[in-house]
């Protein structure tokens, strides 16, 4: 760019009347790996990832318990640990119910034993939402812009004469809440999240049946009634069909 290396350009301060002159300061980070041949790649590509991609940590003043409540504290999205050959590239909230996120199969082709093998990622266990689950699992393009379906429609089909090296997997599609990622492939999703289905209520009548139940035997549970009878002997009755199916 046509400039000095050592910042030779000073700046007036105006308060001490001195013209500051730091020059330029470059600083790195150097790493040396020290592995066996065959998990090398394993740990650079792990060593790579938690580097390269170290999470911004946020902090805020603690909270009193009276004020509010225990669950408040909770983050209303927790995510469980992700495969070891899988990293995330980026999540993006695109609402108040659904994100965009991009996930990376960390290893090419042939590069690691086991590592580069297909990858399995099952959004409805990767995410913890307090009552919430995943009612959505859309792949889009790696923009984030468009829909994969609509785009792969309209997408022009190029005819090439690559060499039978060049081949790579397909990339399989997504199946319920789950995807699998190839080899060193990037794609982008977006996950939606709608409330979870109510606990069933128990009928009142069979809460009264249990409390008939009860009251048939004495207090040291000897003594039964006729109806009693009747009923414990339906409940050895169905316990034998149980135990024959």
């Known amino acids: 760019v046509g400039e000095h290396l050592n910042e ?4 007036y301060d105006s308060a001490t009347k001195k013209h500051i002159t730091k020059g330029l300061v470059v600083r790195g980070n150097f790493f040396i790996n ?3 041949a065959e998990d090398g790649m ?4 792990s060593k790579m990832e938690s580097q390269f991609f170290r999470p911004l940590t946020v902090y805020r003043k603690p909270v009193p318990a009276d004020v509010v409540d225990v669950n408040a504290k909770v983050p209303w999205l927790s995510v469980n640990e992700f495969p070891p050959n899988v990293g995330l ?6 609402s108040k119910q659904c994100l965009m996120m991009r996930l990376s199969h960390l290893y ?4 690691h034993e086991t590592m580069s093998k297909p990858a399995t990622v099952d959004f409805a266990k990767l995410f913890a939402v307090k009552n919430s689950v995943v009612s959505e699992l859309t792949e889009l393009t790696l923009t984030g812009t468009k829909e994969m379906k609509s785009f792969e429609s309209s997408a022009v089909a190029w ?3 690559d060499a039978a090296g060049d081949w790579a997997p397909r990339s399989l599609p997504v199946k319920g809440t789950s995807v699998v990622l190839q080899a060193i492939e990037v794609r982008a999703f977006r996950v939606c999240f709608a409330k979870a289905a109510e606990e069933p209520v128990e009928p009142a009548n069979a809460r009264n049946a249990d409390a008939d139940v009860d009251m048939y035997a004495d207090a040291d549970g000897d003594e039964w009634g006729e109806d009693g009878e009747v009923l414990a002997a339906v409940v050895v009755e169905l316990e034998e069909i149980m135990a024959m199916e």
């Open 8 to 11: 030779t350009e000073s700046v």
């Open 34 to 36: 020290i592995d066996s």
């Open 42 to 45: 394993r740990s650079i590509r």
């Open 89 to 94: 590239t980026t999540v993006q909230e695109l």
């Open 108 to 111: 090419a082709v042939d590069e």
């Open 159 to 161: 005819k090439t004469t």
